[in-house]
C-alpha cells in the first residue's frame, strides 16, 4: 500500500498516474521512477512521493482518514473491477457494503428538480440502499439531505481533498454523512484545491460506485452528463427525469431518456424500477 499512496499523493492527473504505471509496469515502479527524476512531474508531484509514509499518515488521523488501496481488501470491489480504478482512495467514514444508487444533476438546479431530489434521497434510503453523489450545490446536495433526513447512509465523491470541501457551505453536510455510517471519499490528497479539471475524472468514480445511476435535473454539458457517459461505458443501468422541453435544465435529461436512459418519475416509480436493478429493498 505505500506504493499506492505514494502515487495518489502526487496528485497527478488520473490518466498521467495510469499511464505512467503502465509505462513502468507497477503502481511500484512508477512511484520509483518519479522519486529518482526519470519521469517529468511538477517538483510537487516529486516532493510528494518522496516524502515520509509517515508524515501523510500521521495528517490523515489528525482529519480522522485513511487511505485504502485498490489492492486492499475494503476497497469497494465494483470499484476495482474498472480498468480505470484509481490506486487508492482518502477515506473519512465507512464505504457501506450495500447496494448503491448515484443520484446526480445540474447545480443550477430549478425548486422541483431540488425538491424530486430530495424525495428521490428519502425514498433510497428507506429502501435500505446506499446514496453516492458529488456534494455540489443543487441536486447532489438535495439528495444527500434527504438520504440524511430519513437515516439513510451515503457516500459523497470529492473533486478535491478532504480538508479542502467543496462548497464550503456542504460542510456540515459532509459530517452528517460520516455520523450516518457513509463517507466522503476522494482520489485526491489532502490540501488539493478544486480545480475545474479535477472533476470530470471525479465522476467515473460516482458511477463507478453505483449499481445505478439516475440524473434528475442536467443541461446538455456538465458533470451530471459525464456521469451518465462513464456510467454507460461501465456499464451501469442510467436512468433520468423527463422535463419540461423549453427549460435547459431539462435538455440534457431528455435527451439522455431520448437516446435510450430508462424515465423515471416519482419515487414510487424509481423503487420500482431500481428494484428490478438492485434487487428488492431491504435485500
Known sequence: ?????????TGLHPDRQRALIGERGSVAGAVRAIRRGRVRV????????????????EALGVLGARFVGREDADFPAPLRELPDAPVGLFVRGEIPDAPTVAV?????????????ARRYGVA???AGWVLVSGLARGVDAAAHQGTVSA???GVAVLGSGLDVLYPAENTPLAGQLVDGGGAVVS??????VPEPW???????????????????????????LITAGTALTQDRPVFAVPGDVERATSEGTNRLIRDGAHPVLDPDDLIEELSLVLGPPGC
Not at 500500500?1 to 499523493?9: E, V
Not at 511538477?42 to 499518515?57: E, M, V
Not at 446526480?104 to 424530486?116: D, F, S
Open 1 to 9: 500500500m505505500s506504493d499506492a499512496l505514494r502515487m495518489a499523493w
Open 42 to 57: 511538477p517538483d510537487a508531484a516529486r516532493a510528494a512521493a518522496d516524502a515520509d509514509l509517515a508524515d501523510h499518515r
Open 104 to 116: 446526480v444533476g445540474t447545480r443550477r438546479c430549478t425548486t422541483y428538480g431540488r425538491r424530486l
Open 124 to 126: 433510497i434510503a428507506e
Open 151 to 153: 437515516g439513510g447512509r
Open 187 to 192: 482520489e485526491y490528497p489532502l490540501g488539493t
Open 198 to 224: 479535477r472533476f470530470p475524472p471525479r465522476n467515473r468514480i460516482i458511477s463507478g460506485l453505483a449499481g445505478a445511476v439516475v440524473v434528475v435535473e442536467a443541461a446538455v454539458t456538465g458533470g451530471a
